[in-house]
């Protein structure tokens, strides 16, 4: 291997390090505010503040509730790992041996369209080629996409968030929708109950004292991150509804009658059992109910005429399955920049601590795109 080549693997693994270090910084920001939020609750205002007993053990009881939902789902959008594909959609040896032999671009997609000629793919790549990731050596299953920050393939790819240091997709998305939702609701609760103290103390009715600082500002910040909770929740609301991820609402899923915006839209009622499963009364458990196994999604009856004959019965695919565009990198990391700019233009209610974060996730996408595009045509040539 070339010095240059080394040198070039040697930064990228650097930056990588550094990222993992500080990808944390979020996650640890928004645990500390909640942890304060406690404090500030809890003693500041219950124990110090508020007089009466009835009033107290009412709002402890509520409050408590919203902060263990909230950290529950918290937790689990966290934690609960990007789901990639089957072994299925992987090559086998001698497929990967015959696709790597091959030197011809258009041999080598008439090779991938034989093999997922087995598998239930009806979206495609922007040239109408079928979605191969390089990288992970899979065939992409219909809405998957390729995270660089996670280094997988993630079915049913919606975004890579930074506040909870995660993937969001098929496998947590009901956690990161509930999340949002209870984020709301323990920030509704505080302004609420919070809010005839911040009167009694904004115009001196209570002393001032410890307690003064901790309830004005628990008041300021809990309005403040409700108002931008508020802008992604509705936003997540309208993409289930129409069955679409943050990546497809910006770039359309492409099918063999070209790009289709609807694609996987079959109703409302449908779109939220996808998400939330068929028994209502899971849906505001963070327990994971959500249909199918994510490598197969039903599609509209437009989409469905460009189906393969050979694929005509998918449910005995499903039953049988045991486990579970290198183009998607590039397509990953345009619309979740455009996603990320959307955030700083179009919500004027972001924070500059918000703003900092998206602008560091810009930079730090480029430049390890960059240097994975450089070693990865590295090691290619060396393979050849």
């Not at 693997?9 to 944390?24: D, E, I, N, P």
């Not at 997609?109 to 390089?134: H, M, N, W, Y």
């Not at 009167?199 to 931008?228: D, I, Q, R, T």
Request: proline content about 5%; some cysteine; aromatic content about 16%.
């Amino acid at each position: 291997m070339q010095p240059q080549a080394r040198w070039v693997m040697a930064l990228s693994r650097g930056l990588r390090c550094c990222q993992r270090v500080f990808s944390w910084i979020p996650v640890l920001i928004i645990t500390a505010v909640v942890l304060w939020s406690y404090y500030a609750y809890v003693f500041e205002l219950c124990h110090f503040t508020i007089k009466n007993t009835l009033e107290k053990v009412v709002y402890l009881l509520v409050f408590h509730v919203c902060f263990v939902m909230f950290s529950w789902t918290y937790w689990k959008s966290i934690f609960t790992p990007p789901a990639s594909p089957c072994k299925k959609f992987q090559l086998s040896y001698s497929d990967k041996q015959r696709y790597e032999m091959e030197e011809r671009p258009d041999a080598q997609k008439q090779i991938l369209v034989e093999i997922a000629k087995k598998l239930p793919i009806f979206t495609r790549a922007q040239s109408g080629a079928i979605r191969f990731c390089d990288r992970c050596q899979v065939l992409k299953p219909d809405r998957c996409h390729h995270c660089s920050v996670c280094e997988t393939c993630v079915l049913k790819m919606d975004h890579h968030c930074p506040w909870v240091n995660n993937c969001v997709g098929f496998s947590n998305y009901k956690f990161f929708l509930l999340f949002l939702s209870y984020s709301m609701l323990y920030c509704v609760f505080i302004a609420a109950t919070v809010f005839q103290y911040f009167l009694k103390f904004w115009v001196g009715v209570l002393p001032n004292g410890p307690a003064k600082f901790h309830v004005l500002f628990l008041m300021f910040v809990a309005l403040m991150f409700f108002v931008s909770l508020m802008f992604l929740f509705g936003y997540h609301c309208w993409l289930v509804a129409k069955n679409r991820s943050t990546l497809e609402a910006f770039s359309a899923p492409v099918f063999v009658n070209g790009p289709e915006r609807n694609g996987f839209n079959v109703g409302v009622r449908r779109n939220l059992e996808q998400v939330f499963g068929e028994d209502r009364r899971l849906w505001f458990i963070p327990v994971f109910t959500s249909q199918g196994n994510g490598h197969y999604f039903p599609v509209t009856h437009r989409s469905s005429e460009s189906r393969n004959p050979l694929l005509s019965n998918e449910d005995m695919w499903e039953e049988s399955d045991d486990g579970s565009e290198e183009g998607s990198l590039g397509e990953f990391s345009s619309v979740s920049v455009i996603f990320m700019l959307v955030q700083i233009r179009v919500l004027p209610t972001q924070t500059p601590l918000n703003v900092f974060y998206v602008t560091y996730d810009i930079i730090f996408h480029f430049q390890l795109e960059i240097l994975d595009d450089v070693c990865h045509s590295t090691k290619k040539s060396k393979h050849l």
